[in-house]
Each structure stands twice: as structure tokens, then as C-alpha cells.
């Protein structure tokens, strides 16, 4: 990641195929910059995501990108930063909060030989690198305070593995293979089942979604679905469309 404060007409701009959540780190990086009584410098100021030919996605972007803001305009040294790998999300008022992602960036740290700066209730699951010196600090205030020297940030402390809840699993269903094999095709491909059950009258079908039972189950374990809601073939269609009514008559 590079920043550049040049001259010019104020603008704050990151390139290199940022998606909305990123582009909107902008407004966030700005509001917590005001909120620790700094502000940004009336010139043009460009930040590039390298490589420049891959799109990036995310909020975790925050963090670095204050960081190298904060190098661009001497409020820390940019040398001491090249040896860190920086993971994170800003809220409004400058506090570094939780983003997906850490683990991956440890491990990717413990590769390349360089430190990590997470978010403090993130600092124990980047411990579990081995061997990566981990930064975790409730906001931007703590981290420029330890980059100076004036406050020292404590070492997270490794996490515990704790044991899940036991959930229904459908290990526990005897036979119905073909039922079984269509609800594991769905899950993977991330789709909802629906189950076909026949309405009052025999000519007219809709598809409806129970809250208990087997399909409850399989809801909670695909942990993909909220409010159980019901759920017609066509959302725009009316109903004479849907139950096939004609002329107005049912």
C-alpha cells in the first residue's frame, strides 16, 4: 500500500479496484482522524492498493490505510511501518474494531517474517501464529502511542479452543439418501431449499418453509437462514397468477 500527499486541488482518492466498502474507508479514516483532533491536509491525496489488476474487498483495509496516511503526513515514521502487517476496521471515533481476516494475515505474517497490528479483541486469535509479534490496541490513540515510544502496548495472550454447542447433524437421519444428498448440494452451493407441500385444493401447489422439525434443523446447520419467512414462486406475480385464478374467480 502507498500514499502520496501531493499538491493540488483537496482530494482524498484510493485506487487500484477498491469495491464500496473500501472506497467508503474514505469517509471512516476521516471521521476518526477528526475524532483525535487531527485533519487531513488541503492537498491531493492518493492512496494505491497494490497490485493494481486485482479487486479488493473489505472494511479491514481501514487500518492500513490510516497508517500509511499517517506516514505520508510525518505523524509517524514510515520505515518503522514496513516491518508490520496491518488488519483492522475504524469505527467514527478512531477505536480499531473487529474485522474478518486476522488469522489468514498471521499466518501470511509468520511467512514473510513481519508483525501484526489487529484489533484488540482479535489480538489472542493472532497469536496463534507462532512466532508473529502481534500488536492489538483499542484505537488509533494506543497505536501511535507505542509507534512513538510514549506507551507501551501489552502482548495479547494465546486464546483457548472452546468446545461447540452439540448442534443436530444429519448423521443422525437413517436413510432418505436422496433427500439427504439434494439438502448437501444446496448448502454448498449456498441455495435455499424450499419444500414443495400441497395446498387445501388439489389442483394448486405452493411452497412453504417449516420452523421446527427436520427442515429446522437443516436451516440451523446450514446457519445460512434468519426469520422464517414465506416464500411464493414468482415475488412480483399476483395471486390469480400464482394459484391460477381466472377472471377473478378462485
Not at 487500518?63 to 467514527?92: C, H, K, N, Y
Not at 477505536?95 to 489472542?124: F, K, M
Not at 414462486?233 to 377472471?247: D, E, S, T
Request: net charge positive.
Amino acid at each position: 500500500m502507498q500514499c502520496q500527499v501531493a499538491p493540488g486541488l483537496p482530494r482524498f482518492s484510493i485506487v487500484g479496484l477498491p469495491d464500496k466498502a473500501v472506497s467508503e474507508s474514505r469517509e471512516r479514516v476521516q471521521a476518526a482522524l477528526s475524532a483525535m483532533g487531527l485533519s487531513l491536509p488541503p492537498k491531493r491525496i492518493t492512496i494505491s492498493l497494490s497490485p493494481a489488476d486485482l479487486p479488493k474487498d473489505g472494511s479491514h483495509y481501514d487500518l492500513p490505510i490510516a497508517l500509511a496516511l499517517f506516514a505520508a503526513m510525518g505523524v509517524t515514521d514510515a520505515e518503522q511501518l514496513r516491518d508490520w502487517i496491518a488488519v483492522g476496521e475504524l469505527s467514527l471515533d478512531g477505536r480499531v474494531v473487529a474485522s474478518p481476516g486476522v488469522l489468514i494475515a498471521a499466518l501470511h505474517a509468520s511467512t514473510v517474517e513481519a508483525g501484526l497490528i489487529c484489533p484488540a479483541q482479535q489480538g489472542s486469535e493472532a497469536k496463534w501464529a507462532s512466532g508473529v509479534p502481534v500488536l492489538a490496541p483499542r484505537g488509533l490513540v494506543s497505536l501511535l502511542a507505542h509507534l512513538k515510544g510514549s506507551q507501551v502496548l501489552s502482548d495479547p495472550v494465546r486464546g483457548t479452543i472452546e468446545e461447540s454447542a452439540p448442534v443436530t447433524d444429519l448423521k443422525q437421519v437413517k436413510g432418505q439418501e436422496t433427500s439427504k444428498r439434494a439438502l448437501e448440494i444446496a448448502a454448498a452451493g449456498g441455495n435455499e431449499p424450499a419444500r414443495i407441500m400441497p395446498s387445501r385444493h388439489p389442483s394448486r401447489t405452493h411452497t412453504g418453509r417449516s420452523a421446527g422439525g427436520f427442515d429446522g434443523a437443516i436451516r440451523r446447520r446450514t446457519a445460512r437462514f434468519g426469520q422464517d419467512q414465506p416464500r411464493t414462486p414468482i415475488p412480483r406475480a399476483a395471486p390469480f397468477g400464482q394459484y391460477g385464478g381466472v377472471n377473478g374467480r378462485w
